[in-house]
């Protein structure tokens, strides 16, 4: 069975700390990998990594995808208490959904 | 503009009710879904429809039925509602199912089933 695990489940940091995120898969058809972040309500779209060892960045955030050893890492830089939030991993399995892993809750403490 | 809305934000109901959640886009996208966030906070994907076309029905109990009257739309009729339907249902849309595009998710609604 298709599945994708993250890890760690929470996390608790103080601003301007670095905190690195991680998701590992076992699916029979990779599509791609993608990185959402929810706050209150909708899951916000950060990255989609669809080849291995190519970074992708916004401002403070990146992630990078191994596609050999299956997983993926965000990492966020100089936290803030904005980045307070449950980061989603997904992966599209190239049958039309996104299977998800069950989140990280990261709290950013001032 | 909202992209992706859904209504109400908010649902409480009895036992044994039917109640409709309604989607739209409005990003032209061919390809729209329906998840249930359960408490733990999984997603878990419920249905897809590709151009009004069901693709995907993940072994969800037939009390659940999507309608898509055009692609713009996707609609989730639940009939008999049980406690443990209770739940945050989020309704996405995406380019098109073979495109490598991201999904896009609406605000969601918090179905409370007493």
């Known amino acids: 069975e298709d599945k994708v695990v993250q890890s760690p489940l929470s996390l608790v940091v103080h601003e301007g700390d670095t905190v690195t995120l991680n998701c590992s898969y076992e699916?029979?058809?990779?599509?791609?990998l993608l990185w959402y972040k929810q706050e209150k309500k909708a899951p916000t779209f950060l990255f989609m990594l669809?080849?291995?060892?190519i970074e992708k960045k916004s401002g403070r955030l990146s992630s990078i995808l191994d596609k050999k050893e299956l997983f993926s890492i965000l990492n966020i830089t100089a936290t803030q208490t904005g980045d307070s939030a449950v980061y989603l991993c997904?992966?599209?399995?190239?049958?039309?959904?996104?299977?998800f892993g069950q989140g990280t809750e990261l709290s950013v403490k001032p | 503009d909202t992209a992706v809305s859904q209504t109400p934000k908010y649902l409480v109901t009895q036992m044994g009710n039917d109640k409709s959640i309604k989607c739209e886009q409005n990003?032209?996208?061919?390809?729209m879904y329906w998840y249930k966030q359960d408490s733990k906070k999984f997603l878990k994907i419920m249905f897809s429809?590709?151009?009004?076309?069901?693709?995907i029905n993940e072994t969800v109990p037939n009390r659940f039925s999507p309608k898509s009257p055009d692609k713009a739309h996707l609609n989730l009729h639940i009939n008999s509602l049980e406690l443990g339907d209770s739940a945050v249902y989020f309704c996405?849309?995406?380019?098109?199912?073979?495109?490598?595009?991201?999904?896009?998710f609406g605000q969601g609604t918090r179905l409370t089933v007493v």
């Open positions: 996405a849309s995406s380019q098109d199912v073979l495109m490598n595009t991201e999904a896009f």
């Open positions: 699916v029979t058809n990779f599509r791609s």
């Open positions: 669809t080849s291995s060892g």
């Open positions: 997904a992966v599209d399995n190239q049958g039309g959904k996104l299977i």
């Open positions: 990003l032209g996208h061919d390809t």
């Open positions: 429809y590709n151009n009004k076309e069901l693709i």
